[in-house]
C-alpha cells in the first residue's frame, strides 16, 4: 500500500453519466485517480492494462470541500467559421465582424459548470502492480504526462505520503475519514452536525473510456461515525486514518 497527496487551486471530476452538464464530483473518483498514475508512469492507454482496473483505492479530503457553480456559453463550432471572419476582417466587413464567430441559426446555450476550490486530498492505493516503480516516481515528484486534477487546465500537485503502519480490525464505534459503502448504510451512527451525500461512480473503464465497473458510496461532511465495520486503520506521517477501500 502507499499514500499520496494531491492539491491545487482549482479541480473539476465530472461524473461520465453526465453528457451536456459539467456537475463536478466533490471527490475524484477511482477512474479519475487511476489517470492520474498513468500520467506520473507515463503510460498512455492505461485502461487496457487490468492493473488500472484491479487496485483498491480509498480517499480523504484534507480540506473542506468547497464549490463555485456558474454557465459558460460556448462557441458554436467556431473552427468552420475561421476563414469566413478572416474574409471579413479583410473586406473590412463591420457587420459581419460584430457577429464574431456566433451562429444566429443556432443559439449558444448556457452550460452549468462546477469547480471545486482549493481541493486536498489524501489518496491511499492497494494492491497496485507498479506500486515500486510508481513510489519512485511519487518520491521525486515527477510525472511523466501533465499532472492534472479532473480538466487539463486545472494543473495539480501531489507528493509522496509516507505510510508507517496499517492495520485492519473489526472496531466496536469509529470515526471513519474516508467514505463508507452504500452496503454499510447499517452500521452508520448518524450523528447530528453531519451531513451525508451519496454519491456513484464509475470505478473501472473498457479500452472506448466505457465504464464497466461501479461503485455505491456514502460520504460526510466530517468523519462518519460506524460500528462493528471491517476498517483499515492507516498511519500517515503519524497521523491515524480510518479508512474503507473499494
Known amino acids: 500500500m502507499f499514500a499520496f497527496e494531491i492539491w491545487g487551486k482549482f ?4 461524473d461520465p453519466l453526465t453528457i451536456s452538464q459539467n456537475i463536478s464530483l466533490p471527490i475524484p473518483p477511482k477512474t479519475t485517480v487511476a489517470g492520474m498514475m498513468a500520467s506520473v508512469l507515463g503510460i498512455e492507454e ?13 480517499i480523504v479530503a484534507l480540506e473542506s ?6 454557465s459558460q456559453n460556448y462557441i458554436n463550432d467556431y473552427t468552420s467559421k475561421v476563414q469566413t471572419h478572416l474574409n471579413n476582417l479583410k473586406k473590412e466587413d463591420y457587420e459581419k465582424i460584430g457577429s464574431g464567430f456566433r451562429d444566429n441559426k443556432s443559439p449558444q446555450k448556457p452550460i452549468n459548470r462546477e469547480l471545486l476550490l482549493n481541493p486536498n486530498y489524501l489518496i491511499l492505493i492497494n494492491n497496485f502492480k507498479y506500486e515500486e516503480k510508481i513510489i519512485t516516481y511519487l518520491k521525486e515528484r515527477i510525472s511523466k504526462f501533465p499532472f492534472y486534477l479532473g480538466n487539463s487546465e ?4 501531489f507528493q509522496l505520503r509516507k505510510i508507517e503502519e496499517i492495520k485492519e480490525s473489526i472496531e466496536n464505534e469509529i470515526d471513519v475519514n474516508s467514505f463508507v459503502l452504500e452496503k454499510d448504510l447499517e452500521n452508520i451512527i448518524f450523528t447530528e452536525g453531519v451531513r451525508y451525500s451519496k454519491l456513484s461512480f464509475a470505478t473501472a473503464l473498457d479500452n472506448n473510456r466505457t465504464p464497466i465497473g ?11 461515525r460506524v460500528k462493528n465495520l471491517k476498517i483499515n486503520r492507516v498511519v500517515v506521517d503519524n497521523k491515524i486514518y480510518y479508512c474503507r477501500f473499494v
Open 65 to 70: 470541500i468547497r464549490k463555485k457553480s456558474f
Open 46 to 58: 492505461c485502461f487496457e492494462d487490468e492493473a488500472f482496473k484491479e487496485f483498491e483505492y480509498s
Open 214 to 224: 461501479f461503485a455505491n458510496i456514502i460520504m460526510g461532511n466530517n468523519p462518519i
Open 154 to 157: 486545472f494543473a495539480g500537485n
Open 11 to 14: 479541480a473539476s471530476f465530472r
